[in-house]
């Protein structure tokens, strides 16, 4: 496709915008590290959970996600739905209060007011490591890798050209701008995006002549094979997503999830926490978060499933099926509406990249250059040296881009590794018994228990033993073998070593007021305070009914996509009703949640007179 003025211009303007979003807010930003990393702590919820949406939605969910709907069809909602849906809502009601409340500088200080000295450090370091150098540049590495498989095909743009064009700007941007301008600029991103998605979304219904014309181009090329692909819910038997991987894929990214906010297999929730205003505005930001994130992937899932009519190809064994947006966005993009698809992959870039690179050598500094080499220089000092941890991280990044072909291969390699510590993430919050030893073990023991039940039998394979391909299972069996086996592993561990240190404990719950299971501390609350697993119940409930009105919102519009009128309208009524029972509950959760804290405080303060 030809550039023409037009597009030129629209981009040249987006370009100048985000540099002058940036330059705008530097002066801000370098005053402190709160400033520069945090916001200053003052950014509206809603507004962190757009942000935490264009950090999650980028190019690779373009690439990612639109080629799994190609192989797939409709029921490919359930793939983001089971990963995030239920998370996402078990994060915001269940512990986005409580991270907030502690008021850190990044989540990973937890750690050393959790645990006792050796078993913080050891953590706080290796979730450090895996965070800035190994999760960071993986993340931004397929994030690039994405937005050259959109304008490689769309715009006839090498890898090289493809990160001359994105990389300057990106590293020029987050330098000047810190997290104050990341996510202002997010949030005109996502605009832009929104506005580059629906507008190619209109265009493939009107491709085929309206939604019953596709849905009928559908049944004509593919036959039988047609009525999976207008499905909403995954076939038992499907070779890519059988219902068991969306099972497997809901549980094991749910459970345990919330209960460590710097995740290898997620992005930067504990920035987005830490830098709101209030407590309650973390769940706020969790709620925008899931619509906005869901919707944007929807729109991009939906047209790819369409454009398997035009290159049934790419449903074979074996096609890179991650060129299909890219190839939708060159046969129907007319004049100028190509600019603004740039400017909407450019800004889906440069947000992930920007929120990458920023938290990464947030973390960088923090927990591993000022904890461990350099703890008492100017704020200055460690402002310069996250620019130069941003510059490691994105040249880790660059390295990624040349050798990965395959996006989603990356993404469930990353969440299976994760997946394997993420119920000792709840026990460290609700298990007082839950010590140094079993949270070192699930972390370490966690990603051997991984390499032996994923890694190993793969290795077998290579080397040619004759029984090896019967140990290699589905990526969603192994992901809930791994979870399984890891906490075997640990409860043992924590039962067969003694107690963290008393006083340690007491710290904690008096500056946390944690839920679940810490009875030796009970006497510290105020009488007739609920206890033990009540409230966690009733959160888990209040999660599940958020999650519901969600999906349904997605269900039905799903519906609508592929003509089905009727159904997607009641649909998305019964979503409209079941969100509006959740934030009701949600809100009346969040007042007992402050109420309580408030009492414990109170009473502690009593005692100590």
Same mark, same amino acid.
Request: hydrophobic share 55%.
């Given at each position: ?176 701008? $810190? ?78 999830? $919330? ?351």
């Amino acid at each position: 496709m030809n550039w023409h003025q037009l597009d030129i211009l629209i981009v040249a303007a987006y370009i100048l915008l985000m540099l002058g979003i940036g330059f705008w807010h530097r002066r801000f930003a370098n005053k402190s590290m709160d400033n520069f990393f945090l916001g200053g702590r003052k950014i509206p919820g809603w507004l962190n959970g757009v942000s935490y949406t264009s950090a999650l939605v980028s190019p690779d969910a373009a690439t990612g996600y639109g080629g799994l709907a190609v192989a797939t069809g409709g029921f490919i909602c359930w793939w983001y739905l089971s990963r995030f849906g239920l998370a996402l809502f078990l994060g915001g009601v269940l512990f986005a209060v409580f991270w907030r409340r502690l008021n850190l500088f990044t989540t990973l200080e937890f750690y050393d007011l959790r645990f006792p000295k050796r078993a913080a450090a050891a953590m706080r370091l290796w979730i450090a490591i895996r965070t800035s150098l190994i999760a960071m540049p993986a993340w931004t590495g397929i994030t690039l890798l994405a937005a050259y498989k959109i304008m490689g095909p769309a715009f006839d743009l090498t890898k090289l050209q493809t990160l001359y064009l994105v990389v300057p700007i990106s590293l020029l941007f987050v330098f000047s701008s $810190g997290y104050k301008g990341v996510v202002v600029s997010n949030f005109i991103q996502m605009i832009i995006f929104l506005a580059g998605t629906l507008m190619l979304a209109y265009l493939t219904l009107d491709h085929f002549g309206g939604a019953a014309a596709m849905v009928e181009a559908i049944g004509n090329k593919f036959g039988p094979t047609g009525k999976e692909i207008l499905g909403s819910v995954p076939p038992e038997d499907h070779a890519i997503f059988p219902l068991a991987a969306a099972f497997g894929w809901l549980l094991g990214q749910s459970i345990g999830y $919330g209960g460590d906010a710097a995740p290898m297999g997620g992005a930067m929730e504990g920035q987005r926490i830490l830098s709101t205003r209030t407590p309650a505005e973390a769940l706020t930001m969790y709620v925008v978060a899931a619509i906005s994130m869901f919707l944007l992937l929807l729109l991009v899932t939906l047209p790819s499933i369409s454009a398997a009519v035009i290159w049934p190809e790419l449903r074979e064994t074996g096609a890179d099926r991650e060129l299909v947006y890219g190839r939708l966005m060159k046969l129907l993009l007319p004049t100028g509406a190509m600019g603004l698809m740039v400017a909407a992959m450019l800004a889906a870039t440069m947000s992930t990249v920007g929120d990458n690179l920023n938290f990464g050598s947030q973390v960088l500094v923090s927990d591993i250059y000022r904890r461990w080499f350099v703890p008492k220089a100017k704020e200055a000092h460690y402002m310069l040296m996250g620019k130069i941890g941003m510059v490691v991280i994105l040249a880790l990044s660059v390295a990624v881009v040349f050798n990965v072909l395959i996006i989603t291969d990356v993404a469930i390699f990353m969440l299976s590794l994760s997946a394997a510590e993420l119920p000792a993430n709840w026990a460290q919050w609700w298990w007082w018994r839950f010590n140094g030893p079993a949270r070192v073990a699930a972390s370490f023991g966690g990603a051997g228990v991984f390499c032996l039940v994923v890694v190993g039998p793969k290795l077998l394979a290579y080397f040619g033993v004759p029984w090896a391909d019967s140990l290699i299972i589905a990526w969603y069996w192994q992901t809930l073998l791994v979870m399984g086996l890891t906490t075997v592993l640990w409860v043992t561990v924590a039962l067969l070593t003694k107690p963290d240190p008393e006083e340690l404990l007491q710290s904690f719950y008096l500056r946390a007021h944690p839920l679940g299971c810490w009875t030796p501390f009970k006497h510290l609350d105020k009488p007739g305070t609920e206890g033990e697993f009540k409230p966690v119940f009733q959160g888990i409930f209040i999660a599940i009914i958020g999650t519901g009105s969600v999906s349904f919102f997605i269900l039905g519009l799903t519906h609508v996509w592929f003509a089905k009128y009727l159904s997607g309208a009641l649909t998305i009524g019964a979503s409209v009703i079941a969100f509006i029972v959740f934030w009701q509950l949600a809100k009346r959760y969040l007042a007992f949640l402050a109420t309580r804290a408030a009492d414990n405080t109170i009473t502690y303060k009593n005692s100590a007179t």
